[in-house]
């Protein structure tokens, strides 16, 4: 029988490379600059994470389906743009509801281009992406959407408000995740998730409804983004149609960098969390430190790469060989 | 016998088909909604329009071996824009003061090279860290961008040498310089997938890279050259763009990832690796420059041109899908 | 002129959608265009594409138009293909931000903001703020830029950083971070500069929309007195400067932009005489003189 | 005395958590058959994957003639001789069968071009000696599963090899094409080669080896001659027991039909198919490759459509549209390709096991982790799963006890109809004849039974009745008693006439 290596403990905690990573360069910047860790800069920082977050978590499910979601950028301004539009149309307890739904019927028209007529994803939501932009251009007329009166709305709440001293769009990041963290690690859907990307014919070989699985994948991945949107709209009460522009590669960077595969069946919403701090902190890190932007870009290829390569060499068991 | 060739046929001709319908649609509607008295289908604006492709066209190439090979280049776009940076930079050089005009063929040169050498940085990231080729160039997309921009901050770098437009804007046979060098990358980058051994291994390696690595084929340096080569055409297509404009803005070529991307796929590569071809990328290229240029000629709006290219992008994956159908006895899975 | 009396003029804009200016922009354009019989346009946007803006130079060029205007991507870069329209005997006329000098020969006019001047004036609006504060010898001021590499966006920026020394030699301006013509991103920048510096007096941001971002992330952090001037004086600015929370910015109209860049085009094609540098003027704006100005549509 | 080919010395091979071999040592001599037996996971493939360079040993070392080598990789491997027929398949689906064989090493011209003249003729003149039905311009992925596995094979007449290494090379063949294999064994011996040849099928290893080395959980357990040894030593040796053989011949009571095919047609697959197969009753399914017994599996399991014809279940007229519906209506089927329907091989064990049936598995909104873990359990007794725990990814699995997951996934949802296609393929002795026992078992049960399987051994010892079908009819069926090895050859040959 297999003998047990004694080491085990040790190298299971040596495949957290990507938490490593994470904690090295929390120590380096608050060594450059001691604000960078104080609850000032902290609730900051995860608070505007927080939008990028949320897409993140939906595009997760997208990701670990074996499917990419480049629109999430794009229809994260039409969800915003519309949810501004309506609130002084219809008043917000109206507004939430119509944008959601809105929002949803967009991803399940994805989700039925990919999952039930299994076109190529990658294409369908680059499409998406432009003609979601060309949608958003066409409700707005191109203007800039802005509600009338800024101050006497509840509306602020979900992205200016606090609960128990906490900014909400933190708390419903946390809630969101701990929501689909559980879904995607406990539920029988979750599992299904993974069969399907991890391989989709040994799922459907096994009862699984491959179609239907990734359809709601793209149900939730709209669900998030309309979430997102709602956040967004509420911080600012107004918003460009470029809102979301250039988003979707962020949170593909985000939910990678946590350690899902592209290919996919793997990946965690713990770590896509991770990942989306990483970011998320990097950013604010080097405009701490003062760097000039385009500094800032080559830091962060170097970063983004340094630490999916350590995650990878943890894997593999290198990085422990590396320290003992 | 002949049905299954028709099929056959019409399996990899679907980009073909969509480019007669294209045309097909811009000519009539042409007619209506047009301004101009000129048509569509005039031979001088078919002949702008490989012109046109030249800028993607000529990356597309080099995407398809990389996707074929089981990879992606995301930074393609931040390569063209520092290749160009290098192009109209070098000539302004003082050491190179006294070259006159010979001072073309070196910049063209130092730019080639930088760009090849920056294809090769991703290949051999690729290669030695086994990091996914998405996040590498997700990555360095970023990174060459701020190198782009450590030239000369936000401003454009720029020098425009008249000798170069000349050349660049001259015909030859009827066709534009660019066009030339479009179609001469494609029928070189045919050769190199079609009739090398290192085209076929990279079909093997993108098809299945255990089996490759099995093979003992070097799937390391065999993706680096490929990088390499992608690095290559990208500050190729700068050089030929930029030698007619003279002038390059540090966020030029944002988005042609996407763009390459989007042609060498409608042209039926891949995206998992293993197989595609050139002539379906070069469909793929025309297809999408025949958009553009119909939509501007019918008088599309902003809005209209971005809903209608994302439609049809989604339309031409649909009947693509269509076609390959094997009919109802296929497996359902 | 022949072709049945209309005229055809072309435009290639830089970048539509990307803001509600460029938007207005081109509705503006459109509508001027129907509301003159004499005229027929081809509208066509460059979608910030260099490559794309010069196929779209030679598409116009190829389809015989009288006339063309363009929006340029890029000031050097359009140069060749402009070269080629005026080989052809089309006039060029380029609008809202110009060429450069060596394309000078080939177009007719230009029409449009200046927007060296637009950085220089805001300059001026937060210097005069600060003397009226009494701070002007120790005021820390942070700039957000608009989208790097953008022509306007690098006019403004030099205009007001070489203007503030000559009037204000004692302010310092602290940091520059692009705000990328971004509400959103301009706000994490500025939440970012907040918690750096525990002082900061003024906020200069390359247009309003970055301006109000900024004013948003400062609001949260409940950090008072800044004083806020921006840029083409946006909708949500004015606003916000009726509100008392932002002071100042530049009052620019997309609307006059666009009519007189066609106006220009149907002068030049009509064979009146047009001036080769067309400004038009765009003032400064603020809390004290808001009243004279009409709300932005955009 | 001659000098040994290849020689392995106490080589160790661990990976994390698991002993893989545990010192082992064994020699090829020059023009010997040797045959490596054990049984499933218990480190055959290993040990050929340190000798083909794909892994490092952890210890020990690797002698050609007098000198130590090191294979750096796959191409040292190569480059010293050793050819290596892998047990999963290893081919690039897109590519043509010549370019397959010569991976890695196509012949070039000038310009780096490859040398297709002489490629395809080199091809063609192995692919005539392999006596197939396909050239070398087609492309693999058209091919069946045997077809392909014949291209590996042919992958070992193109370098002059010094070692040739099987790994279950008949794992998916049908005799006529083990005749041709055998062959290619034979040649090879003739011209000196040492050859490694790992089966679980003990009449080939009788019929081929000369030599017998066995491995039992990553330990050497010695070698023996094959002509001084039994089965039963042999068996003995690699699972430390005796193996009890017989067959369950009890005939058991047989119930009322479960299912009834009537006419079943789908388009050029199969044609006018029908069969009854009764609680109690297992029923065996025989033929060539490609005689279409798969697509009635598929079809029977929801996955085709079927162009005519009705199925019944307990007397009722059913149509199946997904396999979703098939397990709702009872039907389990052990798919025939493992890797690609069996399993999600980056998944772990439990998961795998339990995948079917994950709606049913809940504790409130939850899985019910520790019912699944029970089922992984009993399963895992039951069939003998060789695994470091039910945490252990599937793909890091021996082929064998892969295989054992898949079986153990099916069963555990108690079907109504189980339809068992290929299903000991890759399983050592020890393990087949339990599933034998157990499809028998389940028989008795009350279960009915369908068994595609190519090895004829198998489907006589299992079955009730055997259909024997050809190029998508059925020719005849038998029953157990009147069945003889030549009758059965003949129906599945398109000799005989149709007894439907
Ligand atoms: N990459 C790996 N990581 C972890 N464990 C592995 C790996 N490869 C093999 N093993 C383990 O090593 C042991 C030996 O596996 P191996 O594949 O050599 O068995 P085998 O004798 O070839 O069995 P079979 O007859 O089923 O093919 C098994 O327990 C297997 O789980
Ligand atoms: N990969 C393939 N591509 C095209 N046709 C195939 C392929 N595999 C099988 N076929 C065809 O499908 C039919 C049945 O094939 P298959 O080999 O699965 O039958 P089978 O009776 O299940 O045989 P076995 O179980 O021994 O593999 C044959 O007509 C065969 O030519
Ligand atoms: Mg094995
Ligand atoms: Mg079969």
Known sequence: MAVFDKREIGSVLAKQGILIAFALFMIAFTIANPKFISVDNVFSVVRSSAILGVMALGVTFVVISGNLDLSVGSMMSFSTIVVLDLHDKVGPALAIPLMFAMTLCLGAFIGFLVGYLRLNSLIVTLGMLSAIHGLTLTYSGGQNMDIADKEGTWFSVFGQGTALGIPVPILIFVALAALLGLTLARTPYGRKVYAVGGNGTAATFSGIRRARTVFTCYLISAGCVATAGLIQASRSLGSQNTVGQGLELEVLAAVILGGASLLGGSGTIFKTVIGVLILGFIQNGLLLVGLQFYVQFVVTWIIIILAVWLDIAAKRGKLWSMIA | MQKVNLSVALKGGAIWGFIVLELLFFSIAGEYLSVSDKAFMDLENMLLLFKQSAPIGIIAMGMTIVMVNGNIDLSVGATFAIAAIILLDSMTWPIFAGLGDWVIPVAWLLALTVGTLLGALNGLIVWKTGVDAFIVTLGSMLGYRGIVFMFNGENPTSHLNWTLVDFAEAEFLGLATATWFLLGVTLVMWFVMARTVHGRNAYAIGDNREAAVNAGIRVGPHMMINFAIIGFLAALSAVVFYSESGSVNPNDGQLYELWVITAVVLGGTKITGGAGNVIGTFGGVIAIQLLRKGLGHIGADTSTVNLVIGLILIAVLFLDKQLNIKGKEELRV | ?298 | MTQPVLRLEDIVKTFPGVRALDGVSLSVMPGEVHALMGENGAGKSTLMKVLGGIHQPTEGAIYMGDEKVVMAGPLEAKAKGIVFIHQELSLAEELSVAENIYLGELPRKSFGRVDWATLTKKTDAILGKLNVGFDARTRVGDLSIANQQMVEIARALTVDAKAVIFDEPTASLTDAEKVVLFDVIADLKRDGVGVIYISHRMEEIFKITDRISILRDGQYQGTVNTAETTEEAVTQMMIGRKLDLSRNAAHHELGEVALEVKGLSCGKLYKDISFEIRRGEVVGFYGLVGAGRTEIAETLFGLRTPSAGQIRLAGKDVKIDSPTDAIAKGISLVPEDRKGQGLVLGMNCRDNMTLPQVDDLKSGPFMAEGAEVAIFDQYRDRLDIRTPGWKQKVGNLSGGNQQKIVIGKWLSMHPEVLIVDEPTRGIDVGSKSEIHKLLRELAAQGYAVMVISSEMPEVMHVSDRIVAMYSGRIMRTFTSEEVTEDSLIQAISGIGQEVA
């Not at chain 3, 637009?118 to 210097?127: F, L, T």
Request: include cysteine.
């Open chain 3, 1 to 298: 002129e022949s072709h049945g009396g209309a005229m055809k003029i072309g435009i290639t804009q830089n970048n539509v959608g990307v803001d509600s200016y460029q938007t207005t922009y081109e509705k503006a354009f459109i509508e001027a265009a129907e509301g003159n019989d004499m005229v027929e346009t081809i509208v066509l946007d460059a979608g910030g594409d260099v490559a794309r803006q010069i196929a779209q130079m030679e598409d116009l060029i190829q389809q015989d138009v009288d006339a063309i205007i363009i929006w340029p991507t890029n000031g050097e870069a359009v140069i060749p293909a402009v070269r080629k329209a005026h080989q052809a005997g089309i006039p060029v006329i380029v609008t809202n931000s110009n060429i450069a000098e060596q394309g000078f020969d080939f177009v007719k006019s230009f029409s449009g903001p200046d927007n060296i001047t637009q950085g220089a004036r805001s300059a001026e609006i937060m210097c005069d703020k600060f003397k009226e504060m009494g701070i002007e010898d120790e005021a820390q001021v942070v700039h957000i830029t608009g989208q790097p590499g953008y022509t306007t966006a690098i006019e403004r920026a030099k205009g007001f950083e070489d203007r503030l020394p000559e009037v204000c030699p004692n302010v310092t301006v602290v940091d520059t971070q692009p705000g990328d013509w971004n509400r959103e991103k301009s706000q994490q920048v500025m939440e970012a500069f907040l918690v750096k510096y525990d002082d900061i007096d003024g906020v200069y941001a390359g247009d309003d929309n970055m301006g109000v971002g900024a004013l948003n992330a400062a609001k949260a952090a409940g950090r008072d007195g800044i004083i806020f001037v921006g840029a083409t004086n946006f909708a949500v600015g004015y606003e916000a400067m009726a509100a008392g929370d932002y002071w100042g910015s530049i009052y620019q109209s997309p609307v006059d932009d666009a009519k007189a860049a066609l106006q220009t085009a149907v002068d030049v094609l009509s064979g009146e005489e047009v001036p080769f540098l067309n400004y038009f003027d765009t003032p400064k704006i603020t809390q004290d003189n808001m009243g004279d100005f009409t709300k932005p549509v955009f």
